[in-house]
């Protein structure tokens, strides 16, 4: 962030302040001892005024603008450095660390004319503070509007659903554009993020239940695809019994077994299967065997 000197003045500045303030008592206890005159003292307090303001400190992450009589001077910092009062003054602090603008499109048009709200922050820093301080008055606004101003391009530029589906080559192609429009600024946008795509209720709702309908479609492909394949698996098993009929009897065995094993199960049978099969003569002898069962048989 570009800090204003003047919210960064020479009374803020601890180390400015303690000089002025050490001069300051030095001057009056000299006078209150009568080493000096009133015009000493006076000379003394001016002097310490213009030395404490020569005095200021920017941060490890920041270089001062310093103007000499209206004109750019260079830069200063960090840490401690010293102006010519009156003559020279430091304009503005800038700050080069890496920072996050928050920037949005409201009810924006997308090219299959669908409104939608977009949310998106843009990561930028300063890499050449003459060119920030120079060429722009507020670096920062600029860059949000610009931004705001690319995102609605952007988005005018794409049908909703690539801009649902391709939110990083988006992101992407809008860091590109505003890196080339802040570039002459001496400010790089590193990154571009989009946060969330709002669309209208009702259309959520449609695209929702287009999804469901899709997977329905694709679940019943399934199943008629399964059904096939076992029609198929039958269609082999029958060439293997027509010329079997052990085989075809031992299965019909196998499958009266299975709905009779329960107590109380009745199976229901084709009755063209009583003859193809043998089942009525193989479902008699179970018949018997189940009820000449003993007590004591039916207990272990």
Same mark, same amino acid.
């Given at each position: ?5 003047? @919210? ?9 302040l ?8 030095? =001057? ?14 006076a !000379?003394?307090? !001016?002097? =310490?005024?213009? !030395? ?6 920017? /941060? ?8 000499? #009589? ?5 830069? $200063?910092?960090?840490?401690?450095? #010293? ?28 090219? /299959?004319?669908?409104?939608? @709200?977009?949310?998106?922050v843009v ?30 391009d952007?988005?005018? $530029?794409?049908?909703?659903?690539? !801009?649902?589906? *391709? ?15 802040? @570039? ?15 669309? &209208? ?12 309908? *899709?997977?329905?479609?694709r ?15 039958? *269609? ?7 010329d079997? &009929? ?6 019909? #065995? @196998? #499958? ?14 084709? =009755? =063209? ?16 065997? $189940?009820?000449?069962?003993? &007590? ?5």
């Amino acid at each position: 962030m570009t800090t204003n000197a003047v @919210n960064r003045g020479w009374l803020k500045n601890p180390v400015s302040l303690s000089v002025l303030l050490i001069l300051i008592t030095v =001057s009056v206890v000299l006078y209150i001892l009568q080493i000096t005159t009133i015009q000493v003292l006076a !000379l003394s307090l !001016l002097f =310490s005024g213009l !030395l404490s303001s020569a005095i200021r400190i920017a /941060d490890q992450w920041e270089r001062a603008v310093v103007l000499r #009589m209206g004109k750019y001077k260079g830069l $200063k910092g960090p840490g401690l450095f #010293m102006i010519i009062p009156i003559i020279d003054r430091v304009s503005a602090y800038v700050d080069q660390r890496v920072r996050v603008s928050a920037f949005k499109a409201e009810q924006t048009l997308t090219k /299959d004319t669908v409104p939608v @709200n977009v949310d998106a922050v843009v990561y930028w820093t300063v890499w050449d503070v003459e060119k920030a301080a120079l060429e722009v008055q507020k670096y920062q606004v600029a860059i949000e509007h610009i931004a705001q101003t690319g995102l609605r391009d952007t988005i005018g $530029k794409h049908e909703l659903s690539a !801009l649902l589906q *391709e939110r990083d080559k988006i992101a992407e192609d809008l860091q590109q554009v505003l890196d080339k429009n802040t @570039n002459p600024w001496g400010i790089t946008c590193q990154t571009v993020g989009i946060n969330d795509i709002a669309i &209208p209720k009702d259309l959520a709702d449609a695209m929702s239940k287009e999804a469901q309908a *899709e997977r329905e479609r694709r679940a019943r492909v399934i199943l008629g695809t399964a059904e096939t394949e076992i029609a198929e698996k039958f *269609e082999q098993a029958s060439k293997k019994y027509t010329d079997n &009929p052990v085989a075809l009897h031992l299965r019909g #065995m @196998n #499958m009266l077994f299975e709905g009779l094993k329960e107590k109380g199960s009745m199976v229901i049978v084709p =009755s =063209s299967a009583l003859d193809s099969m043998n089942l009525g003569a193989i479902g008699g002898l179970v018949s018997l065997a $189940k009820n000449s069962e003993t &007590p004591a048989d039916k207990s272990v």
